[in-house]
């Protein structure tokens, strides 16, 4: 059986050379209608590797990955942040959770003499119990230094040393308030002042800075004693 021509022969070497540079060395036909067997091994391979590799994902520079990481990590503590923030704000709304009166503009704090400062931060912590109540609400000045001291003369009386003044926050005043101003006053000045440890505004459940505590003494202050300081630590 004679084998067919092929489709394409060399009839020199010079021929068969420049075929080469030109890369286009003819193939072989196919024999009795089949295709070539390299082009069949080359379809197999191809369809091997397609099924090995099926379902494979490529997989991702590790510092590409540590980048989500570090990126969906920091989402998640702003989210967090932003919730309790939030939170925070509620309670401070709602219930007034979160509140600090000695950080407004509004508190007043002082102590008589050679006290220590620390002494009026305590009464405003409620470290002192409140034992009696004045409200000066409603009333001019006059009126209210009138009750003021009727009601400071009975106090140290009956050794109430924990007493509470509600005095407003004078925002309906047209300028500063004024019975809040009045009440600092008799109290850092006058007969009084020889019988005050300590005045805080008060907290948010006693009336926050419209309202203001006292600590009395049991006794008052002497000139001799207010001449010669004691030690701060046998008051605190």
């Not at 939030?86 to 050679?114: C, M, N, W």
């Not at 009956?158 to 004024?178: A, C, D, I, N, W």
């Amino acid at each position: 059986m004679r084998r067919p021509k092929p489709l394409q022969t060399l009839k020199s070497f010079e021929e068969l050379v420049l075929a080469l540079d030109l890369k286009s060395l003819p193939s072989s036909p196919p024999i009795n209608g089949e295709r070539p067997v390299e082009k069949i091994s080359s379809e197999l391979d191809e369809e091997l590797f397609r099924r090995e590799m099926e379902g494979v994902k490529p997989i991702l520079n590790r510092t590409s990955l540590l980048k989500r990481k570090k990126i969906k990590a920091l989402e998640d503590v702003t989210r967090k942040d932003d919730l309790e923030a939030l939170k925070r704000l509620e309670d401070l709304i709602h219930q007034g959770k979160g509140f600090d009166v000695a950080s407004t503009p509004e508190y007043i704090e002082g102590t008589g003499y050679h006290i220590h400062p620390e002494m009026a931060r305590r009464l405003h912590r409620g470290d002192f119990s409140i034992q009696a109540h004045l409200d000066l609400h409603g009333l001019t000045s006059e009126e209210a230094k009138e009750v003021f001291d009727q009601f400071m003369k009975w106090a140290v009386i009956y050794g109430k040393t924990g007493v509470l003044v509600t005095h407003g926050r004078g925002l309906s005043s047209p300028g500063e308030p004024v019975l809040k101003k009045k009440v600092e006053e008799w109290l850092t000045r006058g007969i009084w002042r020889k019988w005050v440890v300590a005045y805080s505004s008060a907290r948010k459940c006693d009336g926050g800075t419209g309202a203001t505590y006292v600590l009395l003494r049991v006794r008052p202050v002497s000139k001799r004693w207010k001449k010669k300081p004691r030690e701060i630590k046998k008051i605190l």
